[in-house]
């Protein structure tokens, strides 16, 4: 839902009266507004990435959008009946996002660690959360020097299935490289433990939401060791995803 003008990673779904479709690859075009005058559309590729528990899956590429306002995505797939069929959904490009873009510092937001809590239940809405998620607050994280990653998603209180599983996927980042960047699960609600109790009229989200212009409940954020935000993902990245954005920065 934040696209602007600029490259930008685009996820999507597709299904059909069998359920979802699993090309490992399918070819798109994208299309410019159609005020845009001589516009070509895009060609690219987009590569198909299960979710966890192979229940579902997405579409996923990176579109370099020139122009704002609203796109046109084209896929055509063929049919098990060996005939073809096409899909066009749109996209809105916005002069700026909303969120830290791609070469932004990242923002030095004070995020509460185990020090500020009785319990690991208070920072997640998790039913185990990993302790090693919330060692450091994101300020001091930007200081230590090393790239960082930042998952913000409520994994018991979600608009969706895969809020818990991003978090799953932060902690086995961390535990194949633990030593090369610092990771930070920010919970969207502040008083999980509250809400575990039923009441969800209660729920307080954080202000750091509004902080990072989050405008949906499932980001994740790759910074580098100088604090510039290097990669982002709203809704779900699977563990591969993630581990190809971090690699470069971790490895020389």
Known sequence: TDLAVGTHRIAFALSDTAGVIRLPTIELHAYPPTSATGAVPQLATATF????????????????FDQPGEWQIETTVTTPGGGTSSIRFPVTIAEF??????????????SRTLDDVA????????????????????DRALDDGRPLV????SPGFC????CGPQVEMLSELRAHYPNRATYIHVDIYENPQQLRQGDINLARRTPLLNEWGLNTDEWTFIIDANG?????????????ELESALLPLIVP
């Open 49 to 64: 990435s299960e979710f966890p528990l192979g229940f579902r899956g997405v579409y996923i590429t990176q579109l370099n």
């Open 150 to 153: 930042i998952v913000f998603a």
């Open 119 to 138: 319990s690991l239940l208070d920072l997640s809405s998790g039913a185990n959360p990993d302790p090693a998620l919330y060692t450091t607050s994101i």
């Open 228 to 240: 510039r935000v290097i990669h982002r993902f709203e809704s779900f990245a699977p563990f591969q």
């Open 159 to 162: 608009t969706n299935a895969l």
């Open 97 to 110: 996002t909303s969120a830290p873009d791609v070469g932004a510092p990242a923002h030095r937001s004070i």
